[in-house]
């Protein structure tokens, strides 16, 4: 299918092989390489449901539709909408890849601290500094390999049958949301209550706050896999959808949902946005101003009432029972609703050890 990438992955100084036999690992340098199998993790979904296989021991790394306004916010009270964070869900997709994660992300890098301390090792026993950096090269040299190893974890995909179409179609459809000019995530809300309030902000019913997001294919850092990760970066936080299961990040900590646990709405609704920040895809289909009277037009009691855009834009908004709310917004009007209508006929399947 379209989103395998290739048939091995390499994590620090281990290349992981995927064949027909299981995932194999080899180490060493080019030319000169040792290994054996199986290990890391493979996960098989198919006819039958998802089949997944945890590593095993050995040098295997620890593997609205209502019309919304972003303006003078500091007169309506905002909720946060984010949900809850990775550390506060508890994982649901089966198999130990949350846990390895987790590990993965929190591991402390030697090699940069041991480089920095023979570096003023070196210059502080002069002239014998030289001897030093030499004796402490190839110590520097293994802990890099061994913080790069252990700061990934290893997950093969062999999909099949339904689940490989399905997901083949999330990619297609994942790459039209990459595509988009502006990507938003709202990270809280407020409803307007007061007829002041209606006014001033351009007659908007609620207002939101948005934080910009980026879509792409590339997964999170800590996990090397064969298949593409449809994901979307936050700052610090992320969402990214494997075959058998959604990866939530926070900072450092990971956590899962599985599919069936997860609600996918996509729609499209106006945006009454700012002035001068409509993106170049998006469609505007209508405009009001700052200030507005009780009829909708503009306030003349104000001199300075700019007008602002209303802006066309497409929404999908992910929930889960154990806490997941992601809210984003495309500047493209078709290309979250399409992922949520995918992401609503994911295949039906049971999780098998």
């Known amino acids: ?34 290994g054996t199998g199986p290990r890391g993790n493979y996960v098989h979904l198919g006819r039958g449901g998802v089949y997944y296989r945890t590593s095993l021991k050995g040098p295997t790394p ?28 508890a994982p649901t997709g089966g198999g130990d890849i949350v846990e390895q994660l987790n590990a993965a992300a929190r591991h ?13 090792l070196g210059g502080a026993v002069m002239p014998w500094g030289p001897l030093v950096w030499a004796l402490a090269a190839p110590l520097c040299v293994w802990l890099f390999l061994r913080d790069a190893a252990k700061s990934k974890v290893v997950l093969f995909y062999d999909v099949n049958d ?9 990619v297609e459809h994942w790459l039209r949301l990459s595509e988009t000019k502006k990507l938003w995530r709202t990270v809280a809300s407020g409803q307007v209550n007061t007829l002041y309030q209606h006014k001033t902000n351009a007659g908007a019913s609620n207002l939101v706050q948005r934080a910009d997001a980026t879509a ?4 999170p850092k800590h996990l090397a896999t064969n298949v ?3 994901s979307i970066v936050v700052g610090k936080t992320s969402i990214h959808f494997l075959p058998d299961r959604i990866l939530v990040r926070d900072g450092k900590t990971y956590s899962d949902v599985s599919y069936p646990n997860v609600r996918a709405t996509g729609y499209q609704a106006r945006f009454i946005e700012s002035p001068g920040h409509t993106p170049r895809d998006a ?3 209508d405009q009001t101003w700052q200030y507005v009277n009780k009829k909708g037009g503009p306030d003349r009691r104000y001199a300075n009432n700019p007008v602002l855009p209303i802006m066309m834009y497409g929404n999908l908004e992910l929930t889960s029972s154990g806490g997941l709310q992601w809210k984003v917004q495309s500047s493209r009007t078709d ?3 399409a992922v949520a209508e995918v992401l609503q006929r994911v295949p039906k399947g049971e999780v098998a050890g």
């Open 335 to 337: 290309a979250a609703p």
């Open 216 to 219: 792409g294919l590339a997964g």
């Open 62 to 89: 620890h593997a609205t539709p209502a019309v919304p306004s972003p303006v003078h916010t500091s007169s309506v009270l905002m909720e946060d909408v984010t949900g809850a964070t990775a550390l506060e869900m």
């Open 283 to 285: 469609v505007q289909v």
């Open 162 to 170: 339904a689940a490989a179409s399905w997901f083949d179609s999330l």
């Open 228 to 230: 593409a990760v449809p």
């Open 1 to 34: 299918m379209g989103f395998y990438v290739r048939k091995s992955v390499k994590a620090g100084p281990f290349r992981f092989n995927l064949s027909k036999s299981g995932v194999g690992v080899s180490a060493g340098v080019p030319g000169f390489r040792v």
């Open 108 to 120: 402390f890098r030697l090699g940069w601290l041991v480089s920095v301390v023979a570096f003023i």
